[in-house]
DNA sequence: GCGGTACTTTACCTTTCAGTTATTTAACAG
DNA sequence: CTGTTAAATAACTGAAAGGTAAAGTACCGC
């Protein structure tokens, strides 16, 4: 049952695989705001946005307060560190893509006459 | 039907939230590999391996080859470059946390007198 | 062509997900 | 206590996800 990274990961990549849920993060970042702030931006159902508030709670994205009758959630983002450290072992990848593009570039400019390209790798 | 970034960030997001998925991303930041190499880790049948790299596909995170009768898989890090960015956004908000940890540990250490606090926010 | 290897596709099943409306709980204001 | 506002919960629906076994496709070696 401990909740291992993996399974973090898991509810972590889930709740940001939905365009609401991410506007709503977005929405916390300027600060901390009520269900029915939240859900104004959105032509959804007031329980609709509790069901993600939910999904984002459980992912440990927000966590919710108390002030009177309103329920604030405010942002938590230590899930997204994980996520950041998650991707940061692809970086080269992505940036070694733009090198291959910078030799390409350097091939079609200058000396453009290697030989017929079989196969890429 | 142009995909916009938020269409292409739900792909990206949701085919990372799958551990099988994720492993598999893993395995080819070591080097192309076949659909059996891919699947031999897991207790998976082939169709299903098959399903999650369309899933992977999908979302640009990898690209497929053909060399005879193996179709390899390589690694497409374009998409991660975009989980990056989007991510990079809230990284004041978890250093943020640490900032106020180190506070704290000052305070506990040293000069611990500044005021009384009423709020944590 | 035939048989084997490496997949992909199809058809199906079960579980989860995103959304709804209707009902219930909680906190306040008079 | 009554009514109102804020939100959560319940019950339901349709669609998508994740898995399987079985059939189909593509390529190779002989």
Same mark, same amino acid.
């Given at each position: 049952?401990?909740?291992t990274?993996?399974?973090?990961l898991? *509810?972590t ?5 939905d365009p609401?849920r991410?506007a709503? $993060?977005?929405?916390? #970042? @300027?600060?901390?705001?009520?269900v029915?702030?939240l859900a ?6 007031l329980?609709?946005?509790?069901k993600?508030?939910k999904?984002l ?8 307060? *108390?002030?009177?009758?309103?329920r604030?959630?405010?942002?938590e983002?230590?899930? $997204?560190?994980?996520? #950041? @450290?998650w991707t940061e072992?692809?970086?080269q990848?992505?940036e070694?893509?733009y090198?291959r593009l910078?030799?390409?570039l350097?091939e079609?400019?200058g000396?453009g ?7 890429? *790798?």
């Amino acid at each position: 049952m401990s909740t291992t990274t993996e399974e973090r990961l898991d *509810r972590t990549f889930g709740a940001l695989a939905d365009p609401t849920r991410r506007a709503i $993060l977005g929405r916390l #970042a @300027e600060g901390e705001a009520s269900v029915m702030e939240l859900a104004k931006p959105f032509a959804m159902s007031l329980p609709g946005i509790s069901k993600h508030l939910k999904v984002l709670e459980r992912a440990g994205l927000i966590a919710r307060g *108390r002030d009177r009758q309103w329920r604030p959630a405010r942002l938590e983002a230590g899930p $997204l560190k994980d996520v #950041a @450290e998650w991707t940061e072992r692809y970086r080269q990848f992505w940036e070694e893509s733009y090198e291959r593009l910078d030799e390409y570039l350097d091939e079609l400019q200058g000396r453009g006459k290697e030989q017929g390209d079989g196969s890429k *790798r």
